[in-house]
């Protein structure tokens, strides 16, 4: 198991490596002078001045190293738009991406695995086909559409959602993570709590598909396992209340390929996550980067692009290592 | 008829319709020819009605379909070239190259497409060309350990090493043994590489990566509609449907394919 770590470390610093110069490479390739952007009446020496200033005029290599390492010294410059440092605007943008995508995650591998159980021991048809229907679903239904489709049932026609984003402002932002879920419960704030649940949940609903789809899709290949289905006569036969079969082996057992595939699939949530942000003006990364790269905001494209990848593959390596730590049978493999 | 006939019939019935939008449309899809009529619903003339800015909206989801289509089209050719690109060097080329090749992309498959895209509008203009660079390079990694498994599934078949033992030479074996086995397989993976890239396509055009905001694309046209997604729902809820549709039939297409092969 150590020298599985120690190669996802190699391949982390490879990553990194080849992240970092692909991006790097694609700002020098951008036609145009960054600092001219960002000033509005460009004089030569003022733009001169600030290039030296930013180490634009130094050699290249030189340039990257700077970039390179001051990436991990979280020293990302200023957003040629607002003129903000990067690392300020980031830590306002990344937990609520984080937060949405977390909660979607969580909603989707607990409906999956609900849909998936029901599907296999209900004797209903509508139950037994739900789980092809949700399949079918979250392979073929266009996030974004389904966004906008959950805005006209949930908001327009129902009128029980706000029809975008993150909680309502009137109520005070508070202090603390970024994450106004835990914000909200810490300070106490029940009102505050409930707003940002208010305003999550058809973000939540609507990216939790695919995930519910691949964990459901796993979930119930595994549930036709004849070794799996001979392990629960055998605990049976020793006595074992279902309850006790289920919670302390079965849905254990079950765990390693949940975590692998959700693991694997992060980098597509993540990519949902960002049609998310887009549909119910969520104020994340997603629509921060996709901006900034419209805008050719150089310093943010760099470093928040950058820190996308890194958290991807991160996420991919670490499913993988605890998929190995909580399946024994992979680990002797 | 059987349903996986009457499914391939369907899939090829839909995508022909779809090409035949990009060279022929009742009306002009661009020409706001029906301002003092902009949201009316559907009517004889205008089976889709007519949109906020005065145009066939029937007309623009027939051509949107169209170029959604092609740009998917074209990504996938792309990747099939890029993916039987860099199995060949892994499975042909020196053991370095390999694994280079396998670690490259071991770490591609960590990366969503929009990252991709991203990067890659960084530098260049946001227009179709680059949308379809983006998802013909996003999905790489899929269709190549895809097709690296059937080719390695197939190349040490027992039939295989019959063949060579009977003398058969490289292009024979090739021709005759490999891709007749070979070819079910890829049908269905090129089937599953079109509807990735139709999703994901669609998916940056609603972002709005696609540059020219009045390109009519399935995703785009979405994107465009969705200010008047109180005013004229079926504005947004056609595109969105026709592009469900066609991956569902893609899909269900794919998956018969599949599963004849694998009998």
Redesign the interface.
Known sequence: MLKNLSGKLL?FA??YL?ASL??FT??K??PGDPVSLRLKRPDPVRVEQIRTELGLNDPLPQQYFHYATNFFRLRWGNSLISGRPVIDEMTEFFPATLELTLAALFVGIFVGIAVALASRWSRGIVLRKLAVVLG?LG????????G??F??IGS?WLGWFPVGGRFDYSLGVPDGSGFLLLDGLRSGRADIFLSVLHHLTLPVLCLSLYPAALVCGVFRARLKDPRLLALVRALRAKGLSPAQIWFKHILFLLGAPIITVVG?N???L??GA??TE??FSWPGM?RY??EA??N?D?FV?ENG?LL??LL??LV??LADFLALVINPEARQK | MKFSKTIELSVFGVIALAFLGIFFTPYDPHEQAFREIAFAGSSGQHWFGIDGLGRDFGSRLWRGSGNTVAMACAAMLLNLALSSLLLSVEQGGPSWASRIVR?TI??W???????IS??????LK?SPGSLVLAAALGTVPFSFRQMRIHWLEQRNALYVQASKVLGADRRHLLTYALWPNLKPDLVGLLKLVF?ICV?DL??LA????IGDPDFPEL?AI?RQN?AY??RS?AL??W??LI??AL??LV?SSSSTTASKSSR
Do not use: D, E
């Open positions: 391949r490879f990553v080849v692909v991006l694609a700002v390739l951008v079918a392979l073929t239904v266009p996030i974004f559409w389904l906008l489709m805005i006209v327009l694997t992060f980098g597509a993540l990519g960002v049609l887009t549909v997603g980067l996709v790269v419209l050719r150089l494209v692009l996308v990848i991807a593959f991919v390596n | 670690l071991g770490l498959v960590a990366v969503p497409v929009i990252l991203l990067v890659l509008l960084v530098f946001p509807a999703l669609s998916g609603f972002l709005g990566l995703g979405l969705q997604l109180f729902p947004v809820i595109p969105g592009l469900s991956l569902l899909h």
